[in-house]
């Protein structure tokens, strides 16, 4: 049964955030933005790391408006500059949020908690899959994501930049890693896929080794562009 409500998407830019807003979109729910944060000291998503300007270019492929907030460094006030943009977006008349969860039982508590203070309904369209599952359905839909950060005690740089595939998928398993990486092990980009109208090409990219909230590889993308789907000369 499809449900029409207005909602929200928590974005990030990443594979599950990107999977649950196409299993929204499916569900005939009517998505009127991606709400993103970024750190208000260095401008990048606050937990993928991603530029600004690149989640921006991401949305237009989209074609869903993004609103971008900002938040504090350190994220101490985190929860309360969360609902304050949720509190604004609900003016336009917003009745639910959907969120990438899959099976980390404190965040979807988290959720649930922060939602109902806020009279808003969580949608969880990930809950409860297999995360092998999951990445499959991702991989077989059609979409196209990169690693952009990983745990440097888990991983070497070679798997920065890798693309999120079956034999990824495969080595990862190997390794004794959630295939999501739902507990932060690595984080990823999604550049193409069946809800994008176009797709972004990235030309320019470094590997780097941060010391952030932990020690990680990043993917530090300097220049990209966006072209048409199925446009082999861009």
């Not at 984080?187 to 797709?199: D, S």
Request: aromatic share 12%.
């Amino acid at each position: 049964m499809n449900d029409s409500r207005k909602v929200i998407i928590s974005w990030s830019g990443g594979k599950d955030s990107c999977i649950a807003l196409y299993k929204a979109v499916k569900s005939g729910y009517d998505v009127s933005c991606l709400l993103n944060f970024i750190s208000k000291e260095f401008k990048r998503g606050c937990f993928h790391g991603l530029d600004s300007g690149i989640l921006k270019a991401q949305a237009e492929c989209i074609g869903i408006p993004l609103v971008q907030k900002e938040v504090s460094p350190d994220m101490k006030n985190y929860e309360e500059e969360f609902k304050q943009a949720v509190l604004e977006l609900k003016k336009t008349g917003i009745e639910a949020m959907v969120f990438g969860d899959i099976y980390l039982d404190e965040h979807k508590e988290w959720v649930e908690r922060v939602c109902r203070e806020l009279e808003i309904l969580p949608i969880e369209p990930l809950w409860g899959m297999s995360p092998e599952r999951l990445v499959n359905e991702f991989i077989e839909a059609g979409f196209k994501a990169l690693v952009v950060s990983a745990k440097s005690d888990l991983f070497d740089e070679d798997w920065i930049g890798r693309e999120i595939n079956k034999k990824f998928l495969e080595e990862i398993k190997r390794k004794n890693i959630c295939p999501c990486g739902e507990n932060g092990e690595f984080h990823t980009f999604v550049y193409n896929g069946p809800v994008f109208k176009k797709r972004i090409e990235i030309t320019e990219s470094s590997k780097l080794h941060k010391d952030g909230f932990w020690k990680h590889w990043f993917l530090d993308i300097k220049q990209y562009k966006t072209v048409k789907k199925g446009d082999l000369s861009a």
